[in-house]
Each structure stands twice: as structure tokens, then as C-alpha cells.
């Protein structure tokens, strides 16, 4: 193996001042936010914690049906696309939306509050291969350090306080959610414990519907008797060197040197969530109680080398430099000042895959539109799984830069929309298979949502499980798990499948297409002039059918299913479905005629998912769709917001232009420069930004923008073909001519190879390919330049300049 790459440390010189400038911090299941400040505020999220209830998705059914949508009324909605009705069929359409997908909430905060003393010289660092916060400062002249983890290995956030001299404080924990029940007790010791029992809402609207009910509690709830307690138990147990004595629902610590901390919480929603009964609030509370207290009376050296074990396992597997690099740790301020591209690369490329190794663990959710970190009891965007790009970009780098294992709370979130989308399918659509749309939640909500008064540019796109489904492929691609691909992959490819041949119309020329169709949330003019959403064989979907065919197909001949009838329905439609097409502009047709974009520039690329992630278009393989993709691209010009940034370089990369994804890069990690509270128009027509501590902001800030940008400078430096000749591992396929020196290490390809490259002069200088999945013995072919080579994936070292020519 390569020697590893330094780890990356970033560091503040100021306690945080506002949510933006704190240093996130998670297991997955819990999830914190380090202010850093005397107070020792830390915002308390936790992973399971959302509005709802488990049947919320199938009453939400029951009750559009009720209002007339169903297979007819689709049928009416055909009829009036195919007569150009535009109103009506967007009329119609929006009796099929319910209400909403559910919220991710805040659990509260914590504060150790050793002031009111000044705080002076105060330094926060945050190391991104160990993921823990060490801080270190004066507090009143006395020296403090105080170092916070979030312990998948002990299922608890930890903090440990030291001071060169006696300090004293108050133990506080508070939270927004509806109390039931709280406790403070001490012990002797130097113990005590602080807890709180809280229930979600079990209903919640987006706060961008100021109409609706922000929030319906249980026992004001229509349907009270869901059968579901949405309770949650969070404790904190404290260990000291002082004194502790209780205070209300608080606990004074006096005359300490040593503080341990730790935090542990219970809900009924992660119960659910893993397939487990629900418990009473008292056993929650005791649950979570007896976790806390176990973990504060261990040695702290311990808990934190356990910790720092668990995250190196999977932090260490990938890194990047870029230019020259050492050991000192980044100035996170002059760093935004200061633009460096080839710094700021290497920073975002660790600080993704930290982000995604804190926010998404198996057994718990997956990542939200802001992973594990939220403030709000109303959040943007309900803080929810929104499935036109959002949670999708938020897995682009799982497998790619060895993160395989973080992808199952995906998956298991596909599954779960699976199950309640059959039954939507069926009942509003008369398919088969299943469907998902717009937005999802953990209890896999799969209707369209809108209240009846969405957009229909958005609320209704029924394409939601197909571009799902390709996270399914991936984990085949990247895993090469035979297992998981007959068990679990092809039965869900099946079921997107069979609701795409449901779904397929015959157009007047006789091929498939999709009627009604839609683009995610862009429009067109109309022929008078006013603004449409709904049309027929968006681009967007007939690439996503396409690929899910496909890859049904070649999962079942992996897999050796051969007698399911349904493959043949497959292959009689492939070659019926309508093509892409390159519109009179040389751009992709984004509808199925030659329709107007309203908005030329529209944040979203849906047309082009085919070059990004699905890889359907290839410079090599389809040069006309690639360049009618790369024009598309052009007219859609720079800027925008993370996501859509992140979405523009790794599409660049694909095309092999890394001097306009350096462009685009810079652009996306600037500082951004206004008030990150107040949200910018969706149209992106206000530019984000990072933030002070990094997050990806619009605003509001998404956490979709910070793992895009991990995976699309993956993308720039390496390939991810399957190392056939047929489709190559292509080695600095947009490398900029700013980045002649660096070195990436363990980023992984289609095949399970994982790929260490040094470079030099902008030239492959030395390349070692790895079996990352235990396939054995097996060559793999890598491309640079024009010129292709197979080389054997044994760790050995291999100079490239030899294969390729050091000089130009």
C-alpha cells in the first residue's frame, strides 16, 4: 500500500458566534454542533428524531384516493397532454398530491458553562482523520482544554474538560421538542446525571407553507391512537474531580479540574427504524441513562482511542494533496480569504468524507438535506430526503472514495419507500413495481407531495425510485457482493422496473415514452406564451428507464435469474424506448419537443443525468450526446448553489475539461459573503457560498453542496470506469494545469479496484491498483492520454511515466 497522505486538521482562532461558525461533529446517530465558547454550547441533534408516525404515509394515501385520483383519473390526465390541454393536465395532476414529508427536528442543547471569565487565546482544531474536536484556551488566566467526540464505538458524544486550576460550572440541557419528563441527580463521586424525555410532533408542515400547522402533537392529533409513542430519551452523565450539587433541572459542578461528559440518547424512531419494538418512556429513559453512565466512568484515554480506531478505519482509506502540503493545521479563515484552489481541494475532499462518516452509519437514517445538523424546529426544505438530486449527491462519494459500508442507510431507505410506493403505485397509478417522487422521510413517504397547490414542476415527477435505484447499482458496481445483489438489489430493480413498463406510453411514431412528464421543478414557454411544466419523455426520464432497464437485465445474469418473466418485458422495450435527442441549438432536448426553457440556465441538469451519475452518455462511447451535453452545459453557464456546482465540475470531469470545473470550483468555495440566516431565492439567482465552518450554503445551508464537492474532485483526478477496455479507469481525466503535483490514494472504481496515483508535470508518475472487495487476481485497464494500458491489481507499485511519457 502507499503511504498514507497527512491528515488534514482545520482550525479556528474564535469560539463560534452563530450556528455557521460552530464545528459539527457525529456518529451517525447523534449528531453535534461545538461552539466552543465558556457556555460550551453544543447543539444536540439525533439522527431518528422527525415529525411523524409510521402510519402517517399510508393515511396520506388513503386520503388522496379518497379525493378522486386514482388509474381513471390518470387516463383523463393522458387524454389532455395528448390534447395539449396543459391546464387541465396540470390541473388534474394536483389531485394527486398529498400533504408533506415529515421534518427532521433538533433535540436541544447542551452547555457545560464554566463562565462568566473571559474567554483568551482561544484555538479550535478539528481533526479530520481521528474526528475529534480538541480546544484549548484561558478562561480567566487559567488554562482549559476540552476535547469532544461522538463515539460510534460507545454510542455517545463525549466531552472531556481539563483546567491547570479549579473551575466551576453548570450543567444544562434544554430542548425545543415538548418535554414530558426530566430529571437531575447526583451521586457520590463526583457523579451526576441530567436527563430529559421528549416526544416528537406527529405531524409537521415545511415553513415554506406559512398556511399550514407548523405542528400537530399527539395529544391534539385527529387520529391520537396511532399506536406509535413518539417519545425520545436523551441523558447526560457526568463524572468530576469536584463537587456536583442538583439545581433545578440543572447540576453545579464546583472546584473541578476534571469534567467527563457523556451524552446517550433512546427513541422510539430508530426502534422502528431497525426493526424493533417500541419501549415505554421508562424504559427509554433508563436505556439511555444506563449508556450515558457506563460511558462516563470509563478511562477517558480509552473511550477516545476506541473512538479515534473506529473513525481512522474508515477516514484513513482515501486522501488527497494536492501541490505542497505539511503538517500544520489549516487556518479555516485565511484559507476562504485566501482562495488557494489546490488547498482548498484537498480540504473539501477530507472534510466530505469526514462529514459523511459523522452523519451516516448503518442502523440509523442516512444523511438529510443537512446530514445529522439542524437548529430549527422548522428547517429548509423540511430538512427532509428530497430525491431529484439532493440524497442522491449526498452518496456520490460513499463508494468512491471507500465509504461502501455508509451506503446502507440508503438502502435501507430505498426499501422502506419501496414498500409503502408499491402500494401508491398500484392504487394511484394502477402499476406494478413501485414509485417514489419529489421527497421521502424514514417513514417512506412515496406520494407526491404539494397540498394540492404544488407546482406540478416539482410535486409531480414520478421518476423518484428510478434514480433511486441507481444507489442500488453502485453498491453492486463498486461491492461486487453476489449476495446482496441476488437478495437485495435485483428484487428493488425488479419493482422499479415493473412500474417503468407500466408506466411507458406508445407515441404516434411507435416507440415508448413517458406521458404525463416532467423535468424537475424547470418549465418551458407555451405557445402563448405563458409557463408549463408538463409535457411528454422528458430527457430525464427516458435516461432513467433506460439505465434501470439495463441494469436489471445484468443484475438477473449476474445473479442467474433466468426465469423471470418480467426480463423478457424488459428486453421487448428497450429497443422500443424513443431516444435522446440534440435540440436545433446543439443543446440536449430537454422535453420531448423542442420546448422553450423558461430559464436557460436553470440550476438543475436533470436532462443530463445521463453523463452524471449515470453514465448512459460517454465522450467515447456516444460523441454526439456528449457534445450536445457539454453545450448544455455552456447555456447553463457557472453558478448557482452547492449542489448544482458539484453537480457541474463532476460533469465537467466527465467531459475531461478540468479547466472549466477549476473555474467552477473556485466559485463554489469562496467565502460566502451574506447573511446565512435569512434564504436566497430558490432560482439560484443569489450565488452561495462555504460558510465560516465550511458548510455549503445557498442559503439556506445543504449539506448535498460539501459531499458533491468530495465526489467531483474525485471525478476530476480519477475515473470511474470498470477498468475494462471496453470502459477504462481514465487517470487525471480533468486535471488543471494549476494542479501539476499531487498525489490521491484509495479511490475506488466500478470493479472494486482501489487506485493510489501520484502525479507529476500533470502526468500519471506512479500508479498502484488494489482488489478492494477480495475478487482475486485480475487486471484492470487504465487509460492517460489517449493511450491504454492493463496492468494487474496487486498493490504493486507500477511507474506510470514508463506507460505514459513524463513530458508532454
Request: aromatic share 6%; charged share 20%; glycine share 12%.
Amino acid at each position: 500500500m502507499s503511504a498514507p497522505t497527512r491528515p488534514v486538521r482545520l482550525r479556528w482562532t474564535a469560539p463560534a458566534a452563530r450556528w455557521g461558525e460552530a464545528t459539527p461533529v457525529g456518529n451517525g446517530e447523534i449528531g453535534g454542533m461545538v461552539f466552543g465558547d465558556s457556555r460550551g454550547r453544543i447543539g444536540l441533534n439525533d439522527s431518528s428524531l422527525w415529525s411523524g408516525t409510521p402510519d402517517g404515509p399510508a393515511r396520506a394515501l388513503d386520503a388522496v384516493v379518497a379525493g378522486g385520483a386514482g388509474p381513471e383519473r390518470l387516463a383523463e390526465v393522458r387524454d389532455a397532454v395528448a390534447r395539449h390541454d396543459d391546464d387541465a393536465a396540470e390541473r388534474l395532476l394536483r389531485t394527486f398530491e398529498g400533504p408533506w414529508s415529515q421534518e427532521f427536528l433538533p433535540l436541544g442543547d447542551l452547555d457545560l458553562d464554566v463562565g462568566p471569565a473571559d474567554v483568551t487565546g482561544y484555538e479550535r482544531v478539528l481533526d479530520l482523520s481521528s474526528a475529534v474536536v480538541d480546544e484549548s484556551f484561558l478562561l480567566g488566566g487559567v488554562p482549559v482544554r476540552r476535547a469532544t467526540w461522538v463515539s460510534a464505538a460507545d454510542g455517545a458524544l463525549v466531552v472531556e474538560l481539563g483546567a491547570d486550576a479549579p473551575v466551576s460550572g453548570v450543567l444544562r440541557l434544554r430542548s425545543p421538542l415538548r418535554a414530558v419528563g426530566s430529571d437531575a441527580r447526583v451521586a457520590d463521586g463526583g457523579r451526576a446525571l441530567v436527563s430529559l424525555l421528549v416526544e416528537t410532533p406527529v405531524d409537521g408542515s415545511p415553513k415554506h407553507e406559512p398556511e399550514a400547522v407548523a405542528h400537530v402533537w399527539r395529544d391534539s392529533a385527529d387520529e391520537a391512537a396511532t399506536g406509535f409513542d413518539p417519545a425520545a430519551a436523551v441523558a447526560v452523565a457526568l463524572r468530576t474531580d469536584g463537587a456536583v450539587a442538583p439545581s433545578s433541572d440543572d447540576v453545579v459542578v464546583t472546584g473541578a479540574r476534571r469534567i467527563l461528559l457523556a451524552v446517550a440518547t433512546e427513541t422510539n424512531a430508530r426502534r422502528w427504524w431497525r426493526h424493533e419494538p417500541t419501549a415505554t418512556r421508562t424504559d427509554l429513559a433508563e436505556r439511555a441513562a444506563a449508556r450515558a453512565e457506563a460511558v462516563a466512568t470509563s478511562d477517558p484515554g480509552a473511550l477516545r482511542a476506541r473512538h479515534e480506531a473506529d473513525a481512522q478505519a474508515l477516514l484513513g482509506r482515501s486522501g488527497l494533496e494536492i501541490g505542497a502540503v505539511d503538517d500544520r493545521p489549516v487556518d479555516v479563515g485565511p484559507l476562504l480569504a485566501d482562495g488557494d484552489d489546490r488547498a482548498l481541494a484537498r480540504v473539501l475532499y477530507a472534510y466530505g468524507r469526514y462529514l459523511l462518516v459523522s452523519s451516516s452509519r448503518p442502523g440509523s437514517p442516512p444523511a438529510n438535506l443537512q446530514g445529522i445538523w439542524n437548529a430549527s424546529m422548522r428547517p429548509p426544505w423540511s430538512s427532509n430526503y428530497t430525491i431529484n438530486i439532493n440524497t442522491q449527491m449526498n452518496y456520490w462519494l460513499a463508494e468512491r472514495t471507500g465509504l461502501g459500508e455508509l451506503h446502507e442507510p440508503l438502502l435501507d431507505l430505498i426499501e422502506r419507500v419501496a414498500h409503502t410506493g408499491s402500494t401508491v403505485a398500484s392504487a394511484l397509478y394502477g402499476t406494478r413495481g413501485w414509485v417514489a417522487h419529489h421527497n421521502t422521510d424514514p417513514w417512506g413517504w412515496a406520494l407526491p407531495v404539494g397540498a394540492g397547490h404544488g407546482a406540478t414542476s416539482w410535486a409531480f415527477w414520478p421518476m423518484g425510485g428510478l434514480w433511486l435505484a441507481d444507489h442500488l447499482w453502485q453498491r453492486w458496481e463498486y461491492g461486487r457482493d453476489r449476495d446482496e445483489l441476488a437478495g437485495r438489489v435485483l428484487p428493488l430493480l425488479l419493482g422499479a422496473s415493473a412500474f417503468a413498463l407500466d408506466w411507458l406510453v406508445t407515441d404516434a411514431d411507435g416507440a415508448l415514452g413517458t406521458s404525463p412528464s416532467t423535468s424537475p421543478e424547470s418549465s418551458f414557454l407555451r405557445a402563448d406564451g405563458s409557463t408549463g411544466a408538463v409535457s411528454t419523455s422528458s430527457a430525464m426520464d427516458l435516461t432513467l428507464i433506460r439505465a434501470t432497464f439495463e441494469r436489471t437485465l445484468a443484475a438477473a445474469e449476474v445473479a442467474g435469474t433466468t426465469g423471470e418473466p418480467l426480463l423478457d418485458e424488459i428486453r421487448a422495450a428497450l429497443p422500443r424506448l424513443a431516444p435522446l435527442r440534440v435540440a436545433a441549438d446543439g443543446t440536449l432536448a430537454e422535453w420531448g419537443d423542442d420546448a422553450v426553457p423558461t430559464d436557460p440556465q436553470h440550476r438543475h441538469l436533470s436532462p443530463l443525468i445521463g453523463l452524471h451519475p449515470l453514465d448512459v452518455i460517454d465522450v467515447g462511447r456516444t460523441p454526439g450526446l456528449a457534445e450536445a451535453a457539454r453545450r448544455t452545459l455552456d447555456v447553463r453557464g457557472p453558478g448557482a448553489m452547492g449542489w448544482s456546482w458539484s453537480w457541474k465540475i463532476a460533469m465537467r470531469a466527465r467531459l475531461g475539461d478540468g479547466e472549466t470545473a477549476r473555474d467552477l470550483l473556485r466559485e463554489a468555495a469562496r467565502a460566502f459573503p451574506g447573511d446565512p440566516d435569512l434564504d436566497a431565492p430558490v432560482d439560484g439567482s443569489e450565488w452561495g457560498g462555504l460558510l465560516p465552518n465550511l458548510f455549503s450554503t445557498h442559503p439556506p445551508f445543504q449539506i448535498d453542496g460539501n459531499y458533491g464537492l468530495a465526489a467531483a474532485v474525485a471525478e476530476m483526478l480519477v475515473g470511474s470506469g470498470e477498468g475494462t477496455p471496453d470502459s477504462p479507469v481514465r487517470l487525471l481525466p480533468a486535471l488543471p494545469a494549476a494542479w501539476p503535483e499531487g498525489r490521491i490514494t484509495g479511490v475506488r472504481t466500478r470493479g472494486g479496484v482501489a487506485v493510489d496515483l501520484d502525479w507529476s508535470g500533470g502526468r500519471p508518475a506512479t500508479l498502484r491498483l488494489h482488489d478492494a472487495v477480495g475478487a482475486g487476481p485480475r487486471e484492470v485497464t487504465v487509460s492517460f492520454g489517449g493511450r491504454t494500458h492493463t496492468l494487474p491489481a496487486d498493490g504493486a507499485p507500477v511507474r506510470a511515466a514508463d506507460l505514459f511519457g513524463a513530458t508532454p
